[in-house]
Nanobody, 126 residues
Framework: VQLQASGGGVVQAGGSLRLSCARS????????VGWFRQAPGKEREFVAALSRSGTRPYYADSVKGRFTVSRDNDKNAVSLQMNTLKPEDTALYYCAANFRPSTQTVSTRVDGYNYWGQGTLVTVSS
């Protein structure tokens, strides 16, 4: 499973960015996909995830109401729309995926995913 994360950049506080996690060599719809982030000096943390069915999104409390995770079937990708960005959202963002028997559940743990894309850097200036 190969994942390619893209869409990071520099944005002012209050702005928006859209990240994309594209899969090559297979259908993204066969995977549960998670987004994680890691700020300098901090541990990698869960941000959001989408179940294999594409109908069950999960969010960390810190991003609930501001971030939306969804599947883009045309691009064979899972997107993370990030609105009302804050300086504390600054981090390297990673997408991860795993095959799960259930179509409705996801993992919020780093060790719950076997496949990882490279990070894409998001910088939010105040």
């Amino acid at each position: 499973v190969q994942l390619q994360a893209s869409g990071g950049g520099v944005v002012q506080a209050g702005g928006s960015l859209r990240l994309s996690c594209a899969r090559s060599g297979g259908a993204i719809s066969s995977l549960a996909v998670g987004w994680f982030r890691q700020a300098p000096g901090k541990e990698r943390e869960f941000v959001a995830a989408l179940s294999r069915s594409g109908t069950r999104p999960y969010y960390a409390d810190s991003v609930k109401g501001r971030f939306t995770v969804s599947r883009d079937n045309d691009k064979n990708a899972v997107s993370l729309q990030m609105n009302t960005l804050k300086p504390e959202d600054t981090a390297l963002y990673y997408c991860a995926a795993n095959f799960r028997p259930s179509t409705q559940t996801v993992s919020t743990r780093v060790d719950g995913y076997n496949y990882w894309g490279q990070g894409t850097l998001v910088t939010v200036s105040s």
